[in-house]
């Protein structure tokens, strides 16, 4: 099993940066695929950002979002820079055996789910 961990969020202005962290324990999750979804109020969880052996960015956050791994440190990372009002949501990171990119941008792929963590941005 494998438990995920987010951390990182918070109320930030728009334009402003956030750092989000997903701390796995139970298993090294060097071999999985891992993502970061969103859910915002009244709306279903979409795809943010993903990384496998590539990285993958929904159109939404592309420049703006960067998201990156460090295997020893059994984590992963969501660099937000240049956060709008709409990028409000909860973030979940989720771990899985994903690989390619149809796999990697939907959820179903994906086994493990942290528990969340709110990112607020206010205009």
């Known amino acids: 099993q494998v438990q995920l961990v987010e951390s990182g969020g918070g109320l930030v202005q728009a334009g402003g940066s956030l750092r989000l962290s997903c701390a796995a324990s139970g298993r090294t999750v060097g071999n999985y695929g891992m993502g970061w979804f969103r859910q915002a109020p009244g709306k279903e969880r979409e795809f943010v950002a993903a990384i496998t052996w590539s990285t993958y960015y929904a159109d939404s956050v592309k420049g703006r979002f960067t998201i990156s791994r460090d295997n020893a440190k059994n984590t992963m990372y969501l660099q937000m820079n240049s956060l709008k009002p709409e990028d409000t949501a909860v973030y979940y990171c989720?771990?899985?055996?994903?690989?390619?990119?149809?796999?990697?941008?939907?959820?179903?792929?994906?086994?493990?789910w942290g528990q969340g963590t709110q990112v607020t941005v206010s205009s």
């Open positions: 989720a771990a899985g055996r994903v690989f390619s990119i149809v796999q990697a941008t939907g959820a179903n792929g994906y086994n493990y």
